[in-house]
């Protein structure tokens, strides 16, 4: 065990299983001390290497990833601490490794559940390696105005109550990290503020004692009066109370063992802390304050008292000119985060990203304020939850259903389509679901499934300017471009598409008025007339029933039917629609295993001359 300072102000640390708050906090006292290096030389998360972004102040900084402890140790000489944030399974096996590091000095191990017989071998080593063992369980220690480990000492706002960023006259040993706290308020409030302070944490067998780190304090000359705060359970305040008995310890020691209230129970009692448990007398808080007390340990009465005892000693020590009161200062201010400072309504941030339709905040998901358990009580289907989607709105019952089967309708072509050849080849190739998904969507055009939104756009322009069907395709001829929605390679008069023929049965038979369904087969009748194939099909009639379905259900205004149709909405259905489609003959070439067919003249292209 050391006996003086384990810690400075150029004290660097090596983190240990990376956690992003412990890091920055230990950070940000460096920059409130005035550190000029941060604390934290390197984090080793095993098996990765890069950086960590973290701020040192207003100052962005990199800190190194390391895949091993002994990479880490290696390429930072300096760094003594190891700061270990593993899980009890693993804490034992990293702590030793970090032990046996030559640059190791100090290991504080922060996890609670270390196996005993884990921790004592532990000991055993760092005891033969004259090396510190802060912990298992522990919170860590602190050196006010120069370094501190994770946690140790609170939030920023308990760091700076508690004078923690400019070293004091007092020396403090704690098993209990959150009762370190507590008395790094009281010694702000009643002396000069803490030097240093170790919570050695509530194991049975804690790697570092309390009359270890008495015995460092009463070697730095720094300090000037030890308090000690220890616990029921256990025989390690009587080492102190041996030390002080044979004048060991030269300094005034303020003491209390907390857990007197322990006899007020009819049976044993287990507090805490694995060691706060009594095992007779001798291990009671009553007793081991009336030991340290009998040694010359001052002992209130209770815990109460013992802020003024800390109070009466820290003055007596002040007027006998052996403490020299040091002086505060004012710590600079540590940048605020900008999501706490949105929290605390000091800044406003612009949104990067604005959503209308999802939100997934509260308890739930919604879909355009619409929650998940509403759409399953109200057996809403694919339809209802496309519409909440896209247009943000619950549509009529014979709406959502007309939506359901263009999808239905609109699945599969076949496998000669583009995107269907596309995919297939995609497929054949070895490539993924997605890129063969990928690669039969990108077909779509107007083509191929795209012309939805165009024949829709046509129609109603044409259907809303009294066009007659014949001035509408004479006045497209002349333009030289075909008609949107019209034409096929193999429907004709004589063999009509049945997808047509449903959703037109459909649209009769529910919508209140079909008035752009009508005109389209108006313009089929004329078109007719000059080519048996150039008949209505899917897409041109999808096109004009959806201008249907949104003029006449009265949920859309007119601007707002002409933004759907502007911004491609209809086409999405049909993407929708194929993508199911797609992503069935990606599953049926991957079954089938046929490999990429080749062409018979890659072996002309391809023969060596």
């Given at each position: ?5 384990i ?55 990199a ?23 593993a ?13 046996q ?9 922060i ?20 090396k510190?063992v ?14 501190k480990?994770?946690?140790t ?36 409030r ?16 804690p ?12 070697n ?11 616990e ?7 080492s102190?109370?041996?030390a002080l ?21 009819k ?23 009336r ?15 013992l ?32 999501s ?7 800044v ?8 209308t ?13 619409v ?19 896209w247009?943000k ?15 239905m309708?609109?699945?599969?072509h ?5 995107g ?7 497929a054949?190739?070895?490539k ?5 998904l ?61 997808r ?6 459909y649209?009769r ?6 008035r ?23 897409d ?19 601007h ?16 929708l ?5 797609l992503?069935?003959?990606t ?16 072996d ?6």
């Amino acid at each position: 065990m050391a006996t003086g300072q384990i810690f400075s102000r150029s004290t660097q640390a090596l983190f240990y299983n990376y956690k992003p708050s412990p890091v920055q906090r230990m950070l940000d006292f460096d920059f409130l001390c005035g550190r000029e290096k941060p604390s934290v030389a390197g984090v080793i998360q095993p098996g990765s290497e890069g950086f960590h972004k973290l701020f040192f102040g207003q100052e962005e900084i990199a800190i190194p990833i390391h895949g091993t402890i002994a990479g880490a140790c290696q390429a930072h000489a300096t760094a003594d601490v190891f700061v270990n944030f593993a899980s009890f399974r693993s804490a034992f096996a990293s702590s030793m490794e970090a032990l046996q590091q030559p640059t190791i000095q100090v290991v504080a191990i922060i996890a609670e559940g270390v196996p005993e017989r884990d921790t004592k071998k532990l000991i055993a080593y760092a005891q033969t390696h004259n090396k510190v063992v802060i912990g298992p369980a522990t919170v860590g220690g602190v050196q006010a105005g120069a370094f501190k480990i994770g946690d140790t000492g609170g939030t920023l706002d308990n760091i700076l109550a508690c004078k923690l960023y400019r070293p004091g006259s007092v020396g403090f040993v704690s098993k209990s990290g959150g009762m370190s706290n507590e008395l790094y308020n009281v010694l702000a409030r009643v002396t000069d503020g803490l030097y240093e302070g170790i919570a050695i944490g509530g194991d049975a067998f804690p790697g570092s004692t309390l009359s270890d780190h008495v015995l460092r304090f009463s070697n730095i000359p720094q300090i000037k009066m030890i308090v000690v705060l220890g616990e029921l359970g256990g025989r390690d305040e009587y080492s102190l109370v041996e030390a002080l008995q044979q004048g060991r310890v030269q300094k005034p020691v303020v003491a209390w063992v907390t857990g007197t209230c322990a006899k007020l129970f009819k049976s044993e009692v287990q507090f805490g802390h694995a060691g706060a448990k009594s095992s007779g007398d001798e291990e009671s808080a009553q007793a081991k304050n009336r030991a340290l007390q009998l040694a010359g340990a001052v002992v209130p009465t209770s815990f109460e008292g013992l802020e003024l005892a800390i109070k009466q000693v820290f003055e007596r020590l002040v007027a006998e000119e052996i403490i020299a009161p040091a002086r505060d200062v004012t710590p600079p201010v540590v940048p605020e985060t900008l999501s706490s400072a949105i929290r605390s309504g000091k800044v406003r941030a612009p949104t990067h990203v604005v959503s209308t339709i999802c939100d997934d905040r509260g308890e739930e998901p919604t879909y355009a304020g619409v929650n998940m358990t509403t759409l399953f009580e109200r057996d809403y289907g694919v339809g209802d939850v496309l519409a909440l989607l896209w247009w943000k709105r619950s549509l009529p019952a014979y709406c959502t259903k007309f939506i359901e089967m263009c999808v239905m309708l609109c699945a599969d072509h076949g496998p000669c389509v583009s995107g269907a050849h596309n995919t297939i080849v995609a497929a054949r190739a070895g490539k993924d679901l997605v890129s063969c998904l990928t690669s039969g969507l990108l077909t779509v055009g107007p083509r191929f499934g795209g012309a939805v939104d165009d024949a829709a756009r046509c129609f109603k322009a044409a259907r809303d300017a009294n066009l007659s069907p014949h001035l509408f395709v004479e006045s497209m001829k002349k333009k030289g471009l075909r008609v949107p929605g019209i034409g096929h390679r193999i429907k004709s008069r004589d063999n009509r598409d049945s997808r047509v023929l449903l959703l037109q049965q459909y649209a009769r038979a529910h919508f209140p008025q079909v008035r752009y369904l009508d005109y389209a087969v108006a313009v089929e009748d004329y078109t007719l007339s000059k080519a048996a194939n150039l008949v209505l099909n899917v897409d041109g009639c999808i096109g004009a029933l959806f201008l249907d379905l949104l003029a006449s259900c009265a949920m859309f205004q007119a601007h707002e039917i002409d933004e759907i149709v502007d911004i491609g909405y209809l086409n999405g259905l049909f993407v929708l629609a194929r993508s199911i489609g797609l992503i069935g003959h990606t599953f049926d070439q991957k079954r089938l295993k046929q490999p990429l067919y080749r062409h018979p003249w890659e072996d002309v292209l391809y023969t060596k001359v």
